[in-house]
Every structure is written in C-alpha cells, then in structure tokens.
C-alpha cells in the first residue's frame, strides 16, 4: 500500500489530485460521471461577491492542444452560493475548496468572512489571476504590491486555509509568491490561464467577444511546469500545480517539480472521469517505482 | 459517457456524412433534440469533444444516426471513420423539443443545412405519436437537401433552395406553404439567421416555436460555461438549460 495523502497548509487531502476552479462546477455537474470521493479535492466555480452574468457569447475558441476562453467569472455570487450550493454539495467526501475572486479589495474580504463558517469548506483558493474581468481579477495577481495587499487583508478576516491562485501573466512569478507568502499565504497554486487571442481569418474578427481571453490545456504544460519548478523552490508553503495536465503522467511531473498537489482543469471536458484515472495514474507509478508515499517524488527532480 | 462502434460510415456528398453507431448494450433512451459528444482523438487540431445532434435512432436495430458536415479538422477526422472503429461517447446531452399538447396539432418542422439533423428523429417521434408533420427543408442549392427518402417517411416534405435548383428558390419564411397552412406549432434547427426569420414569423403569427441552438462549446454539461446565450433568465448554457428554447426564453 502506498500512502497517496498529502498536506497543504492546514488541510489534509487524501491524495494530491483536486479538480480546477471553472472547469468543475460545484462537483455535481460530475456526480453522474464518477466517484467524488475518490479525489483529493474539487476547487468550485469561482465565487464572488455578487452575481455576475460574465462575458457575451463567444467565449471560447478551440486552439492548437487546448482552448481559450472568457467566460468572466459568471456566477450567482456567494450568498447564492451559501445558501443554495452549499447544501447540495457538503455532503461530498472529498476536500471542497471555494475560488473568490473579486473587483475590490473589499469584495474579496466581504466573500471570504462569508465563508468562514461554512464547516465542510476547509478553504479558499484566492483568485488574483482571472484574465477576463476588465475591473480587478488579474490585476490584483501581477504586481508584487497588489498581491500582497490581498492576501494581507484577507488573511485578516478568513480563518482557514487560504490557497493564492497565482497568473502566469508575470515577468518574475517567484516575485510574487514570496510576496503572498509573506502576508500569510497558507498554500500557492498555479498557473491560471495565459492570455491569448484567436482570430477568424476569413471574417477579419476576434473570435472571443472579449478579443482576447485565457488559454489552457496542453499547450500551456511546459510554461506552466517552468513556473511550478520556479515557485516551489522559492517558497516555503506548498505549491499546488496546474496547466495543461492530461494523465498521471503529466501530474507526476509536476509533483516531480516541486508540487504537493495539482488541479486537473480543461482535461475534465474531454473525459469526465479523468482525475479518477489520474490518481490510480500516480498509485500505479508509485508501486511501480517501490515508493511508499507520495512524499517520496514531491520535488524529487533530479538535475 | 460510452464507447460505441461504427456500423457504417457514409458519404452522403462532399460536405455531408451519416455515422451509423452500434453498440452491444442497448443504447440509452434518447429524445429528439438531444446531442452527443464525440470524442475524436484530442490531437493538436481536434483537442476537444465535438458536440452533434441526434439524427436518428433506430432502436430495432440499436443504432444511432449522426448527420454530420465537414466544417474542421475534427469533422474531417470523423468523415474517415471505418466500420468496426470505436468511438467514445457522452450521451445524450440536453434538453428535448417539447411534444405538442394534442394530436390534433399541426407542426412544422423548419430545418436548413445539416440543422434538418434533428429534425429526422422529431419527425418519426412525431409521427409514432399518430401525429402527421410537415417538413419545410432548405439549403443553399440541391446538394444541401439531405434525407429527403428518409424525411418522407414521416411527413409531407416542402424544400427551398436559395439557386432554385430545388423546391421553391429563396428561403424558407418564402415559402409559399406559409400562406396556405395554418400551424400550431413551429420547430426550428439551422443557422441561426434562419432561424431569427423562422422565429419572426412565428412571432408575428402567434404559433409556438421551439429554436435548436448550436452554440460552440468545451463540454456539453454544463461545467465549462462557454456556450451560454442570452435568454430572459440571463446568461443560460446551451448544453443544459437547451439546445432547445422556445423563443420566448430568447432575448433574439
């Protein structure tokens, strides 16, 4: 038996394999298609403090090996999400982790003092990286300053763990994870999604509504596995990886690079049952490999 | 989600194909304005799931029908599927068209392009109902009018084509059947002009209309939150809260 938990912060998963904000609903959108239980974690839909209709259709564009969107954080926003979400999905057993993101500094401390006392809610993940809100978002995630004004302040009023999503969209991502963790970040995940653009060549148009928006899936991987290699040896707290994760394989890497954990996201459109797979992935490769935990390849990167 | 098995794979012109797909199990049950999501092969230029309405389903045989057209990569993929190949499966996904209130109802069913897809399975449901339909096809020139032996099963069919070359020429809210029949209720599936006009009239005539949307998306239940159109209720997802709408819930 190999030992697949994992500690990130204050919180315990079961094994290192979440599911990423956006791309997971509130887990039930998944219920038909698998086990809940059998994975680490899910990230839900990113919250924030009011509703919010997000962007005009179209917002998304197939690109090569992955996919582009702008979907705008569309969302009922949290007291929705308390008293009508909550409910249905607290039930779940796996770790149930809310993405907030906000336009204000206050909107982010409103949101998180509301889900404090949601007990089957063990964290946030603090989403200062969304590319595809004109106010706010990302704006917050790609200055040192910002960054840390956020964290600081949420970190005041939440009481539990505080996970910070941080943008590729940086000069130097090291930067700003020092800097989150600094003002008391419990956890770091990265990447979101880097900013890009498709065009309609024949009609001379954007194809996004919003011209330009966030790209996911393969063709992110190995920027995205450079960022997670960069932020885990700079930072103390554990790194939660993501980017263009298809198979166990792709997970083993970025745990290999240094992460305690990783988010599967755009892959769970092409098959609803993959962060399953995924997981029994990384069991097989730790027995295949005589390793008893987990542990044993978290940054075990040989250079 | 499934994995089926091609059982034929069949050219209907250049632009056009019908995959016939089979399985050992039975089929799941499947209501007329439902899709499926192909999975082709997650290859550079067909990464993601490819969303394809319900043509058929031919449940003596276990079969389902899927009228495609070649617009991409991925559709070009699935042209050149072979018989005995596996294909995996999400379905079905969706809403349905709603049945009319009596038998008595007068349908049309509009469709234009590879949208007359789910109309074909409509109209046989329509028709074990004990309810006669009327189909009114268009498309661009006579190669675009697709199923028409298969259509005639089920109803009287009424075709336009924008060349002449066959049916009336011009579109189909030309349509000289427009004037001559009285309807009940109006179900659409095309590009989406055509169906604005198809909505217009039904609008203006107080006939109850249903519109099958095909909003480009990731998923197709619900978790991606791309394919969404504006609707009376605000931004709602074309996989679950549609395809199918009725015109009213449209903010058109």
Redesign the interface.
């Known amino acids: 038996m190999v030992d697949l938990k994992v500690k990130l912060g204050r919180t315990e998963l079961k094994n290192p394999v979440m599911t990423a904000s956006g791309t997971f609903g509130y887990g039930t959108e998944y219920a038909d298609f698998m086990d809940l239980s059998k994975i680490g974690g899910i990230v839900v839909k990113g919250t924030t403090l009011h509703d919010r209709q997000g962007n005009s259709y179209p917002r998304m564009a197939e690109t090569p090996s992955g996919m582009l969107n702008a979907v705008g954080l569309q969302n009922k926003g949290v007291e929705y999400f308390i008293h009508k979400i909550y409910p249905e999905i607290k039930s779940f057993d796996t770790a149930l982790f809310v993405n907030v993101s906000g336009s204000t500094i206050e909107d982010y401390i409103t949101t998180a003092e509301m889900l404090n006392d949601l007990d089957r809610i063990p964290g946030i993940e603090l989403n200062i990286s969304c590319p595809n809100v004109k106010e706010g978002g990302m704006a917050f995630g790609t200055s040192c300053l910002s960054a840390s004004q956020v964290v600081k302040e949420v970190r005041r009023v939440y009481k539990k763990e505080i996970m910070v999503k941080l943008s590729p969209n940086v000069t130097d991502i090291a930067d700003i994870a020092l800097a989150v963790e600094a003002e008391g970040a419990d956890s770091i995940s990265l990447i979101n999604t880097l900013l890009g653009m498709a065009i309609n060549a024949e009609k001379r148009i954007p194809i996004l509504s919003t011209v330009t928006g966030g790209l996911s899936g393969p063709a992110v991987k190995p920027v995205a596995l450079r960022m997670v290699w960069q932020v885990a040896k700079a930072v103390k707290v554990p790194v939660v990886g993501m980017g263009g994760i298809m198979n166990a394989t792709d997970a083993i890497e970025f745990l290999l690079a240094g992460a305690s954990a990783i988010q599967i996201g755009t892959a769970n459109f092409i098959d609803p049952t993959v962060s399953v797979k995924v997981v029994e992935g990384i069991e097989d490769y730790l027995i295949r490999h005589n390793y008893k935990s987990v542990y044993d390849i978290i940054g075990a990167l040989e250079i | 989600?499934l994995d089926l098995v091609v059982k034929d794979n069949l050219a209907l012109n250049d632009q056009y194909f019908l995959l016939i797909v089979g399985s050992d199990s039975v089929l799941p049950p499947m209501s007329p304005g439902q899709f499926v999501e192909l999975?082709v092969d997650?290859?550079?230029?067909s990464?993601?799931?490819r969303p394809i309405s319900i043509n058929f389903v031919d449940y003596s045989a276990n079969q389902l029908w899927l009228l495609i057209q070649v617009v991409g990569a991925g559709t070009a993929k699935l042209a050149t599927l072979k018989i005995g190949d596996t294909i995996n499966m999400?379905l079905p996904l969706g809403n349905t068209f709603s049945m009319p209130q009596s038998k008595s109802n007068k349908p049309l069913l509009v469709g234009g392009g590879v949208g007359i897809a789910p109309l074909l399975f409509l109209g046989s449901k329509l028709k074990e109902m004990g309810i006669e339909c009327d189909f009114l096809l268009g498309g661009r020139s006579e190669q675009n009018l697709l199923q028409l032996n298969e259509f005639s099963k089920y109803g009287n069919i009424y075709t336009t084509t924008e060349d002449g070359s066959h049916g009336e020429k011009g579109f189909v809210t030309n349509h000289s059947i427009l004037s001559k029949n009285k309807y009940d209720i109006i179900y659409s599936c095309g590009p989406t002009p055509m169906m604005k006009a198809v909505a217009d009239y039904a609008q203006k005539n107080t006939i109850e209309c249903e519109v099958s949307l095909e909003?480009?998306?990731?998923?197709?239940?619900?978790?991606?939150?791309?394919?969404?159109?504006?609707s009376v209720d605000?931004?709602v997802c074309v996989c679950t809260e549609g395809p199918v709408f009725n015109i009213k819930k449209l903010k058109w």
Not at chain 2, 215 to 230: I, Q, R, W, Y
């Open positions: 989600m999975r997650n290859s550079a230029e990464f993601l799931r999400l909003n480009t998306m990731a998923c197709g239940f619900g978790a991606c939150l791309c394919c969404v159109t504006d605000g931004h």
